[in-house]
């Protein structure tokens, strides 16, 4: 049998947090001007790939269809298409991150099969090549072919890299059994954008008294309105002895970020208890 049929290429398709959110603005496009800090976590998807007649898609989640809608086969065809590969592949995804809960999980699902069919297809696809297909596959995707830190304005799309942050603390991530629609996030929220402060020099300072006082997510408020299972995840991050709890996106991911291990662990234990799916982990950035 030809070697090069056996090769099989990995790669990690990880997570992302919000370290605030602003919502500032309603733009003609119907679209929103946002800032916030995107920042990479290590609970991450798998997506493998090897060579075969044609695309395809199979993932260990039987719920998640793995048709041309699923974000990994479109970014599959739109990297085919920009770049003129003819070579199939037989692509595979671990599905460990919960879905619909503001993590980024399908987006950072669609920049690994970027990056790695790019390489399993020897393309010389630049990074500008890159970036425009991620962003056509959604506002999120470009962060994640990029540094594990970010400022993004714009929809989310432009991005600063943060190449020297990194968060100091332990943290764990929750995700109460509730779906969020977006669409409807955004319809309850209120943008406005005076009076904001500075989210780089703000998250950078990593004070987390500063953090509670001033580090805020302008979904918070609709959403655990309209979902009390959401601020209820919170409360038991803070009840555990968070320094810093917030929402991610527009949810439902809820994390909290602790000074002493043992609270984590401890906080981690009851959001099991609770009922919540959990990711616990430290040294991020």
């Known amino acids: 049998m030809d070697g090069t049929l056996q090769v099989i290429l990995k790669r990690q398709a990880p997570a992302k947090l919000n370290l605030g959110l602003?919502?500032?603005?309603?733009?003609?496009?119907?679209?929103?001007?946002l800032?916030?800090?995107?920042?990479a976590f290590p609970w991450a998807d798998t997506l493998t790939a090897r060579p075969a007649a044609s695309l395809s898609l199979t993932c260990s989640d039987s719920s998640l269809t793995t048709d041309e809608t699923n974000l990994v086969m479109k970014a599959a065809r739109a990297l085919a298409q920009a770049c003129g590969a003819s070579q199939g592949?037989?692509?595979?995804?671990?599905?460990?991150?919960?879905?619909?809960?503001?993590?980024?999980?399908?987006?950072?699902?669609?920049?690994?099969?970027?990056?790695?069919?790019?390489?399993?297809w020897k393309l010389d696809a630049s990074e500008a090549t890159l970036h425009r297909l991620a962003l056509g596959l959604g506002s999120d995707?470009?962060?994640?072919?990029?540094?594990?830190?970010?400022?993004?304005?714009?929809?989310?799309?432009?991005?600063?890299?943060?190449?020297?942050?990194?968060?100091?603390?332990d943290l764990v991530v929750v995700v109460p059994p509730v779906h969020v629609s977006t669409a409807q996030a955004f319809a309850r929220i209120r943008p406005h954008d005076t009076r904001r402060p500075d989210l780089r020099t703000l998250v950078a300072s990593n004070d987390?008294?500063?953090?509670?006082?001033?580090?805020?997510?302008?979904?918070?408020?609709s959403v655990f309105e309209a979902y009390p299972a959401i601020r209820a995840a919170k409360?038991?991050?803070?009840?555990?002895?968070?320094?810093?709890?917030?929402?991610?996106?527009?949810?439902?991911?809820?994390?909290?970020?602790?000074?002493?291990?043992?609270?984590?662990?401890?906080?981690?234990?009851?959001?099991?208890?609770a009922g919540y799916r959990v990711w616990q982990g430290s040294g991020l950035g």
Do not use: C
């Open 22 to 33: 602003h919502v500032l603005r309603k733009r003609p496009d119907g679209f929103h001007d």
């Open 35 to 39: 800032e916030t800090v995107f920042l």
């Open 89 to 120: 592949a037989a692509l595979h995804l671990e599905k460990r991150l919960p879905r619909g809960a503001g993590l980024g999980g399908g987006s950072s699902d669609a920049a690994a099969t970027l990056r790695l069919l790019a390489d399993l």
């Open 141 to 169: 995707v470009p962060f994640f072919l990029g540094a594990a830190a970010a400022y993004a304005t714009g929809r989310g799309e432009i991005l600063t890299p943060l190449p020297g942050y990194r968060l100091p603390y």
């Open 208 to 221: 987390l008294a500063r953090w509670r006082a001033e580090l805020v997510n302008d979904f918070e408020a």
């Open 235 to 273: 409360t038991v991050l803070l009840d555990a002895g968070a320094g810093y709890a917030a929402m991610s996106g527009s949810g439902s991911a809820v994390f909290g970020i602790f000074e002493e291990q043992a609270r984590a662990a401890a906080a981690a234990e009851a959001a099991r208890q």
